[in-house]
Structure formats: C-alpha cells, structure tokens
Nanobody, 122 residues
Framework: QVQLVESGGGLVQPGGSLRLSCAAS????????MGWYRQAPGKQRELVAS???????NYADSAKGRFAISRDNAKNTVYLQMNSLKPEDTAVYYC????????????????WGQGTQVTVSS
C-alpha cells in the first residue's frame, strides 16, 4: 500500500505565500517523477509543476517565476513553494507521484494524494 499525504494548504491574501508538502509512505521500492496538479471549480485538473528523480523541473506557464518545486529523496517528500499568490491560484492542489511499489505487481504507476485546498482572497 502506497499513500501520499499533503499538507500546507489554507487561506492567504493576494501577494502572500504558502508552502505545500507531500509525503509518500508505504511499501515503496522507488519514486520517479513527483509533481503538483490543481483543479479549480468547473475546470479540468492541470499540471502546476513536476520534478524528476534526477531533479529536472517543469512548470506551467502560470507558475513560472512564482512557484518552486523541490524534493527531499531521503524523506520521500515533494514541496511546492508558492509566492506572489493570485486569486486565480485558488484551487484544490493534488500531489502526484510515479512510484514502483515494493510488492507485486511491481510496475511503476501513478499515485495521487487526497488534495489540499488553497484559497487566495482578501
């Protein structure tokens, strides 16, 4: 069993900052790419940022220059530092990880966290 648990969401004023964390736990053999997605009401889920096991980064245009993704491989944790937040960043943020489990079937697949609400409002 593999679980992703997110934390760090909340209510913040425009221009403020939040840091999201997502820890993977359970029967894990290896973690490949990790990332953050978001889904606003009435919209499709979209990629915000991702990071490979080697540290290569990818950002949505809306996140470039404001958000920073990082990971701590020793803690199986990925972070999303969000600065200069805007009302349009309001969404449920989901952690995603491509993981090879330790138990059969031992093939890599995607896992999702339960989501954490981020609300940017004055």
């Amino acid at each position: 069993q593999v679980q992703l648990v997110e934390s760090g969401g909340g209510l913040v004023q425009p221009g403020g900052s939040l840091r999201l964390s997502c820890a993977a736990s359970g029967s894990i053999d290896s973690i490949h790419a990790m990332g953050w997605y978001r889904q606003a009401p009435g919209k499709q889920r979209e990629l915000v940022a991702s990071i490979t096991s080697g540290g290569s980064l990818n950002y949505a245009d809306s996140a470039k220059g404001r958000f920073a993704i990082s990971r701590d491989n020793a803690k199986n944790t990925v972070y999303l530092q969000m600065n200069s937040l805007k009302p349009e960043d309001t969404a449920v943020y989901y952690c995603n990880a491509h993981i090879t489990p330790r138990v059969a079937p031992k093939f890599p697949r995607n896992y999702w966290g339960q989501g954490t609400q981020v609300t940017v409002s004055s």
